[in-house]
């Protein structure tokens, strides 16, 4: 337990290097904070939640990819990551007009920008096509649960209460499913980033 009294960059080393313990440290130390930033702009107690869990699966995923370089700005650096998820959600708010039709529902036919030109629409929509077929290569309950997620905007509440599992354990899903799209891409060399 002496995890507790490090600095958060030490503890960010230490979780880095394989100490997960390191990593609740870090949360618990904070997630006061910034879940009441959340709180403060969204005004809704299951947003604010959704958008806390996006903001530490975020968190988790730039460390994990070495992204973290800022020296004892932790919690600015957390900070940034949920304001600039708060913009998103008011972002996507504006934005969405979805309509739904039972399974034929494809995020992708959303997703449009009238003011890209060919070259980048077929760049686009290759990148598209990767992304569907890497999505399916993902097992059943990661696909699921990325699916709900990003293409139908479940909460994570209401996908762990769809599987009858903890919030925890949607969200761990989640990581696991964006840590196999990175590893599939890698090894089928798809480039998801043109």
């Known amino acids: 337990m002496l995890s507790s009294n490090l600095s958060d960059q030490e503890l960010v080393k230490k979780y880095i290097n394989g ?4 990593f609740e440290v ?3 130390r904070h997630k006061n904070r910034v879940f009441a930033f959340i709180m403060s ?21 730039s460390l994990q990819k070495g992204k ?13 990551i949920a304001h600039n998820l708060v913009i998103d959600h008011f972002r996507k708010q504006k934005k969405m007009h979805m309509v739904r039709s ?9 997703i449009k920008d009238d003011s890209i030109n060919v070259d980048d629409r077929l760049i686009r929509d290759q990148i598209f096509n990767d992304l569907r077929a890497l999505i399916n290569l993902l097992p059943n309950d990661q ?12 909460s994570f509440k209401k996908i762990a209460e769809y599987f009858d599992v903890s919030i925890n354990t949607a969200l761990g899903r989640m990581r696991y499913a964006l840590i196999n799209l990175r590893v599939l891409s890698k090894k089928r060399h798809v480039d998801l980033h043109k």
């Open 41 to 61: 702009k969204i005004k809704n107690k299951d947003l604010s939640e959704d958008i806390f869990q996006d903001t530490y699966v975020k968190v988790v995923n």
């Open 143 to 154: 696909r699921e649960v990325l699916k709900m997620r990003y293409f139908e905007e479940m």
């Open 26 to 28: 870090l949360l618990n």
């Open 102 to 110: 039972n399974n034929d529902f494809d995020i992708f036919d959303i």
């Open 68 to 80: 973290y370089n800022e020296e004892g700005k932790f919690l600015p650096w957390i900070m940034r």
């Open 19 to 22: 100490d997960n313990y390191s």
